[in-house]
Each structure stands twice: as C-alpha cells, then as structure tokens.
C-alpha cells in the first residue's frame, strides 16, 4: 500500500470510531515556527514530510472577487492591502496578526449588492495569484501557485483535503465581525438573505472544488468560527436556524463524492456539537484548551457520534518542558482509546514553539500511539 492510501485509510479508521495501526496526526503551522525549523533543518524543510504526518489541507482561490491585491501603501514591512473580498488589511512585520482596517460592506443594505465572481471559475483551482485566505496572517504572501500545483506534491504521500467555509467564516470577511452580530439582530431579514446568498455560492464553489479535484481530495476542511473562549458568538438558535442547513449541505455535498469532513471552529462551540453529530460531521477540531476544552471528557460524551481532532495544549509546547509535554500527549492519548481521535495542537504551532518541543511531542505520540495503546 502506497504512503498516501495508508494514511487515508487510517484516518478514515479513526474518524469512522474505529481503531486503526496508529493514531493519525494533522498540525497547522504558524510561518516563524517553519523558519525556526528551517534555520534547523534546512532551507528545504517541509514539516508534514519531516514529522510524517497524515494530512495536508490545501485551500484554493475562494476571494468573492478574482483578482491581485491593490497595495495603498507600504513603508519596510508594514505594509495596507485591499483583497478580493473588498477589505482592506494592515499587515505590519512588528505584530504577529493582520488588522483589517475597514470591510467591503458599510451599511446593512449593500448586503443585497455585493457582487460575487463565478465560484467555479477556473483560476480559483488552476492559476496562481493573491487570495485574502492564503496570503494574509501572520506573514503576508503574493502571487502563490495554483491550488493544483500546491497539492500535487502532496498527493502520493498524504491524505490530501481541500477546503472551504460555511457562510459566518466568509460573511464577516465582506461586512466585519462587529456589522455580522449587530445586524443579525438589527436586520434579520437583509441579514439572513445574505447568508442564504453567501451559503449557496459556497455550496457551488465547494462541488466545483471537489470536481476540480476528483481522484485527488481526500477530505475537506470546512472553516467556521462561531464561538469565542466563553461560548457562542451568537445564540445557539440563531445558528441552528440560520446557519445549520448550509453546514449539512455542504457535509453532505462532500460525503456523496466519499470525503471525510472535518470542521474547523476556534473557541468553545460545545453547545452545537450534538448538532453537527447529527448531521453527520465526521471530526471537529482545533478543540482549544484556551476556551476549557478537554477532548478525553468530551469523548465520554460522544464516543461513536462526533471525531475530535485536536486539543494538545499549544502553550505547553511553548513553554517546553519535556516532562509537561509528555504528560499532556499521554493524557490526552487516552481519547484515542476505540479510535475516534485524531492528534494534532489546539489550533496551530505558533512562533513560540521550539522545533525540538514539537518534535518531542510527535515522538512520545509515535512511541505510544500504536494499538493498542501504551498509556
């Protein structure tokens, strides 16, 4: 069996709830932990290969506009963009994050005519260039390769899973995080047209992506953040009414092409987890310890219904110490137990890890994490 299809067996072993030769790995990485490795390891370093991991998510051209990033000024570092979605972003080489200074839509009623380039267009899957999602966070990029010629590297080796959003992820790109919450509640109507209008180009950009990619997708990762560290950015109901039947829509989009989904959602979004198992999500991550999550209590509670991926705590990596990291992979290897986990950090290995904590953490994971089990 060749690397790639053994790797995606075993991660469809263990997000089907099943306990498969090892405990598969996914990792996201922050860009100054990968130039950390490569002052290590070498101009050359790629970490999915270096740590052996089980899955690559590659992302295409999803701007709601199909164009280069207009630069409005730049002095060293710092540097102002303005992105295929109409935002305009503060990137400055001093801060770790983007500032997104303003958004496409001002007022509630240029919800109706904000204007969407074809979401099968070709170029979002076969022509390089700027897009907000790829190129703007913690370092900015330009005029990267194609989607396809970002994943074919890839595809003998790993289980490779594309990706896309459910319509709050996207929406708050175009209007802002604040306008998203206040108009919800202000304009129901306009607001919830947008979301349907929103949620079905998505729809029609994921089935173009997973035609794009047939033969080669493995998975797709849907991004979709709707809670915070204490909770729900909104009322749970207001998400299941508004927002639930794009999710399963496009879970069920993927699972008739035969790709495993796994959902994206920082913060504590516990109270919607009995919904997204019943609309046959296969595993949430990144499960942030940050917001009081804990992935062996939460398997007690949903073994055989909803996979998790995730929740090894990033700050004990950052901080190091051999004894704390063996004791968090170890601790947190007890939800593997009948499968249905899948190791990876709490959200993503940031600059302030060390190459060696993560590399350590990998290791005690691969010494323990054959099945059965040694914890």
């Known amino acids: 069996m060749s690397k790639a299809l053994a790797k995606i067996a075993r991660l469809r072993t263990a997000l089907r709830h099943e306990e498969p030769d090892r405990v598969p790995v996914g990792e996201a990485f922050w860009t100054g932990f990968l130039l950390?490795?490569?002052?290590?390891?070498?101009?050359?370093?790629?970490?999915?290969?270096?740590?052996?991991?089980?899955?690559?998510?590659?992302?295409?051209?999803?701007?709601?506009?199909?164009?280069?990033?207009?630069?409005?000024?730049?002095?060293?570092?710092?540097?102002?963009v303005k992105t295929g979605f109409g935002a305009t972003i503060r990137r400055?080489?001093?801060?770790?994050?983007?500032?997104?200074?303003?958004?496409?839509?001002?007022?509630?009623?240029?919800?109706?005519?904000?204007?969407?380039?074809?979401?099968?267009?070709?170029?979002?899957?076969?022509?390089?260039?700027?897009?907000?999602?790829?190129?703007?966070g913690d370092a900015l990029s330009r005029n990267i390769a194609s989607w396809q010629d970002r994943l074919t590297?890839?595809?003998?080796?790993?289980?490779?899973?594309?990706?896309?959003?459910?319509?709050?992820?996207?929406?708050?790109?175009?209007?802002?995080?604040?306008?998203?919450?206040?108009?919800?509640?202000?304009?129901?109507?306009?607001?919830?047209?947008?979301?349907?209008?929103?949620?079905?180009?998505?729809?029609?950009?994921?089935?173009?992506?997973?035609?794009?990619?047939?033969?080669r997708l493995s998975g797709m990762m849907i991004y979709g953040d709707v809670a915070y560290r204490r909770g729900m950015l909104f009322n749970p109901k207001r998400w299941r009414e508004m927002f639930k039947?794009?999710?399963?829509?496009?879970?069920?989009?993927?699972?008739?092409?035969?790709?495993?989904?796994?959902?994206?959602?920082?913060?504590?979004?516990?109270?919607?987890?009995?919904?997204?198992?019943?609309?046959?999500?296969?595993?949430?991550?990144?499960?942030?310890?940050?917001?009081?999550?804990?992935?062996?209590?939460?398997?007690?509670?949903?073994?055989?219904?909803?996979?998790?991926?995730?929740?090894?705590d990033v700050r004990i990596l950052e901080r190091g110490n051999p004894d704390e990291i063996r004791r968090e992979v170890l601790y947190k290897l007890q939800a593997a137990k009948g499968g249905g986990w899948v190791f990876q950090s709490d959200h993503s290995i940031s600059w302030d890890v060390a190459p060696e904590s993560y590399e350590l953490a990998t290791r005690i994971l691969r010494e323990n994490g054959e099945y059965p089990l040694k914890i």
């Open 92 to 136: 400055s080489g001093r801060l770790p994050m983007p500032h997104f200074d303003s958004f496409s839509v001002q007022q509630p009623e240029g919800m109706a005519g904000f204007v969407f380039d074809d979401p099968a267009d070709p170029r979002r899957f076969f022509q390089g260039g700027d897009d907000q999602l790829n190129c703007v």
């Open 36 to 80: 950390r490795c490569k002052a290590k390891w070498g101009p050359g370093f790629d970490p999915y290969r270096h740590f052996d991991l089980d899955y690559v998510t590659v992302v295409p051209n999803m701007d709601p506009r199909i164009q280069p990033f207009e630069v409005i000024s730049q002095d060293g570092d710092d540097i102002v």
């Open 245 to 312: 039947p794009h999710v399963k829509a496009l879970i069920d989009a993927c699972h008739e092409a035969g790709l495993m989904v796994i959902y994206h959602g920082c913060g504590n979004a516990s109270r919607i987890y009995d919904d997204l198992a019943e609309i046959g999500l296969d595993g949430y991550n990144p499960l942030e310890a940050k917001a009081d999550l804990d992935v062996v209590e939460l398997k007690k509670q949903y073994a055989g219904r909803l996979a998790f991926v995730g929740n090894v």
């Open 153 to 215: 590297p890839y595809l003998d080796d790993f289980a490779v899973f594309g990706g896309t959003c459910e319509p709050y992820e996207y929406l708050w790109r175009i209007i802002g995080s604040e306008n998203a919450l206040v108009w919800m509640a202000s304009e129901p109507e306009m607001f919830d047209a947008f979301v349907n209008r929103v949620g079905e180009w998505l729809l029609a950009f994921t089935r173009a992506q997973i035609v794009a990619g047939t033969g």
